[in-house]
């Protein structure tokens, strides 16, 4: 073989080296969890029609978050649009299909948090939002202030051009049948297939940032305006870069007592507890003091943790590594890695 013909082999073959470097470096690593709140019991308490349902809708939040990492979206794009897909499905207990008061109005909190900044914003019983999540988003990125409350928040919503509805949009009458349950039996509270409804996602976007968001409608029969974990920095919700993503779920006072999220992200960081470790025993505490629920969470690798105290958590992951969405309903079911 010439010199000439080596030569031009040798350009060949780093063109070819060239050309394929960028294909595979298009896609870095990410990772996506969400939960769709706890209390499930046992199988046969929750029948095959109603758990393919809970499964689909998970899938379906699990997919719109997904496509928006896959893309090179932002982990704050991808966990708002896990959300307010499952805040527009009516099974889960956030958005439409939220429950009632004992007024019977229902009444919606909803928090979100940047890791990369760690701005946040949330919101406490708003009314006309047809997405809470994004009117938190909102209250992050277009005000100066991290939290809004009722008629304020549903003021500053309308201001901001995000989409309004009549309040009863929210109702369902699955819903209304538990309020008029509790009505009758204030220790009936939820279907307990979902004692503690509410809907959260973290996740990890291939420029490294974590996020977390969590939207509820709180619980059945809740009075004079009360206000659980989900719209509190630091007990429902927090993100910290190279560090955690948390979003939890289950009786709030108790989360709120523990400050639950941000306690996972301590551990991680002070202790050097994994993230499972981390979740464990942060549920313990809560556990300890009396309270119920779960949590999902991710660390600064995108390695996903769920954990709970209850018989179940409506739950699911997917990866770069891992692209087809996993879900988990009871506590005896492996959760997704």
Not at 230 to 253: F, K, L, N, Q, W
Request: with cysteine.
């Amino acid at each position: 073989m010439t010199l000439c013909k080596i030569r031009s082999l040798s350009l060949s073959i780093l063109a070819l080296c060239a050309v394929g470097a960028p294909a595979a470096a298009t896609e870095r690593p990410w990772s996506l969890a969400v939960h769709g709140g706890s209390g499930v019991l046992e199988r046969s308490e929750l029948t095959p029609e109603k758990e393919k349902a809970y499964r689909a809708g998970l899938d379906a939040a699990l997919e719109a978050g997904a496509k928006v990492l896959k893309a090179g979206g932002s982990s704050l794009d991808a966990v708002e649009a896990v959300v307010r897909t499952l805040e527009d499905n009516p099974l889960f207990n956030a958005g439409k299909g939220a429950v009632f008061t004992a007024e019977g109005r229902n009444e919606l909190d909803a928090s979100i948090m940047d890791g990369a900044t760690l701005k946040a914003g949330a919101v406490a019983g708003v009314t006309r939002t047809r997405n809470p999540i994004s009117l938190a988003r909102a209250v992050m990125e277009k005000s100066p202030h991290v939290m809004l409350a009722r008629e304020g928040a549903d003021l500053f919503s309308k201001e901001q051009g995000l989409e309004q509805v009549e309040p009863g949009y929210f109702r369902t009458e699955e819903r209304w049948k538990q309020l008029e349950t509790w009505r009758k039996d204030h220790q009936a509270m939820l279907d307990p297939t979902h004692l503690f409804g509410t809907v959260g996602a973290v996740a990890l976007d291939q420029a490294g940032h974590l996020a977390a968001a969590t939207s509820t409608g709180g619980m059945t029969g809740k009075r004079w305006a009360r206000v659980g974990d989900t719209p509190i920095i630091g007990a429902g919700t927090y993100a910290r870069d190279g560090v955690c993503a948390v979003s939890a779920t289950g009786s709030g006072e108790y989360f709120i007592r523990e400050t639950a999220a941000r306690q996972v992200c301590d551990r991680i960081a002070w202790k050097g507890e994994d993230v499972q470790t981390a979740a464990d025993q942060t549920m313990a505490s809560i556990t300890k003091i009396g309270g119920d629920g779960g949590l999902i969470a991710m660390d600064g690798q995108g390695r996903p943790a769920f954990g709970m105290n209850d018989l179940g958590m409506y739950r699911g992951a997917i990866s770069s590594t891992t692209p087809t969405p996993r879900t988990a309903i009871f506590s005896n079911e492996s959760s997704p890695r």
